[in-house]
């Protein structure tokens, strides 16, 4: 066995990598011939590579450190929690305080009546566990028909089949198939999608499919809309401000049930504790994982209102994850929260710092390649596009020029994400305005970059 660390030459681990690591929404074989970056270390908002540069996360990592890396407190929560009880699960009539004083805690926090949590290992593990329960909940209830949730194109809710199935995005539903009785609806995204309409016009046009959908699907056979507050990994879509609004009236009309997908949105992104708050909604049951714990542990749950969880509760739910409630996972989550709370994090990034990157971020719009900047808290986007006044398409293959620039931010040491072209962002919330503005500058440096190799390539011509 060879021993393998830190102190291994970059190209070894690569080539190790590459040889034995199957690595998530990638191409494998691409890692043959282009290693994976190793990242070795992190600290605050920067991250260290395995040649020693310094790499600043405009993601956190994957939209999960809204604390930063390197809290000491949350290491030292799970050393003492691994001492005293390191596993134990809740299935046959057992407890444990962890999970006890988070349950108490998400409760407090939630809005409204949410006051119940059902754990995961994950925010896909989740999804699965919100697509059974809206079932099951309208089977005890006497109405087992009610079965078929409606959601959104280009909306992600995970990678499992139940989560991938309510998610949108065609490209996974491809491979493999998907579960019966999900309808997508199309997404509010003006930008790509408005077309002539104002954008106000189409978020009302986009929110009242909701509606639509209920009406030729049935009542009777609609259990429940899922959504992302602000779609994510989708895009960074922010909808129009006439979108929420209208999408409420619709679910308080129809007997339906509501479910905000806060993966993302939830503990501090978008300047609340959770993007329900943000965008005005009081859903039935919240999807939760990634900022729950800043990503220092795994961990998901669905946050379920009383209602809800008192029908579900009467008759035994089949369903649960052998790491549902992880004690270890709890304990660095607990400490999260309370790291979120008592430095005031969620409430400095909104008042102090969100402000500062809305008008700096909203400031590339000035660049040639770059048509909108959206931002809402601490998660934006911007579209890129070869013709602003029309909004158009680039010739090539959606995700073409996205990559370039986003090719272009990694090697200029931030990490900044594509989808297809549109770039995102979704900072730790502890950035600061020096944080912001190297952003900015590194952002400009590479869309300038990929511009001149997308021209190079002969990919920057419009549809
Ligand atoms: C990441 C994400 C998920 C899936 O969470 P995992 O922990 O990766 O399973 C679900 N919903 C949304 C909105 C997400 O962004």
């Known amino acids: 066995m060879v021993e393998i660390s830190n102190h291994m030459p970059t190209a070894e681990l690569q080539a190790l990598d590459a040889a034995h690591h199957m690595h998530p929404f990638s191409t494998q074989s691409g890692f043959l011939k282009k290693g994976a970056r190793v990242i070795t270390r992190a600290e605050g908002v920067h991250l260290w590579d395995s040649e020693g540069e310094k790499i600043l996360d405009a993601m956190a990592g994957l939209w999960c450190v809204n604390i930063g890396y390197g809290r000491e407190e949350l290491a030292q929560a799970a050393y003492r929690q691994m001492k005293e009880l390191p596993y134990y699960n809740t299935f046959f009539q057992t407890t444990h305080v962890p999970v006890i004083a988070l349950s108490n805690r998400l409760a407090e926090l939630a809005p409204g009546d949410l006051n119940h949590v059902f754990y995961a290992g994950s925010g896909s593990e989740a999804n699965d566990t919100n697509l059974r329960m809206v079932r099951f909940y309208w089977a005890q209830k006497g109405k087992p028909e009610k079965n078929i949730i409606i959601s959104r194109k280009n909306a992600y809710h995970g990678s499992t089949l139940g989560a991938m199935s309510l998610g949108g995005m065609s490209g996974m539903h491809a491979q493999g198939g998907v579960v019966q009785n999900v309808h997508h609806i199309d997404q509010p995204n003006w930008w790509s999608e408005g077309g002539d309409m104002s954008p106000e016009d189409f978020g009302l046009e986009r929110a009242q499919q909701l509606e639509k959908a209920i009406q030729e699907l049935g009542e009777n056979r609609v259990a429940a809309f899922i959504a992302e507050p602000i779609q994510g990994a989708g895009g960074v879509i922010v909808p129009p401000s006439t979108y929420w609004p209208e999408i409420k009236r619709i679910c308080d009309k129809y007997e339906i049930l509501l479910i905000a997908d806060e993966v993302i949105c939830g503990f501090g992104r978008t300047g609340n504790w959770f993007g329900s708050e943000t965008v005005g909604i009081q859903p ?30 009467g008759d035994e739910f089949n369903h649960g994850y052998t790491y549902a409630g992880h004690p270890v996972s709890c304990a660095v989550a607990l400490e999260n929260l309370r790291i979120l709370d008592e430095e005031r994090i969620i409430a400095t990034a909104r008042d102090e710092i969100a402000p500062y990157l809305k008008e700096k971020f909203e400031s590339l719009t000035g660049h040639p390649m770059v048509g909108e900047a959206k931002i809402v808290g601490h998660m934006g986007s911007i579209a890129l596009t070869p013709n602003k006044a029309t909004r158009a398409k680039f010739a090539a293959e959606a995700g073409t020029v996205g990559y370039l620039v986003r090719e272009r931010c990694f090697a200029n040491n931030l990490i900044m994400r594509h989808v297809g072209d549109r770039m995102i962002i979704s900072p730790p919330l502890i950035f600061t305005k020096e944080n912001v503005d190297t952003l900015i500058e590194r952002a400009w440096k590479s869309l300038d970059e990929g511009m001149a190799n997308a021209k190079a390539q002969g990919v920057f011509t419009a549809a």
């Open 284 to 313: 039935h049951i919240m999807t939760i994982a990634k900022g729950l714990s800043s990503g220092y542990a795994p961990i998901g749950g669905s946050i379920v209102c009383d209602e809800v969880a008192e029908v579900v509760g």
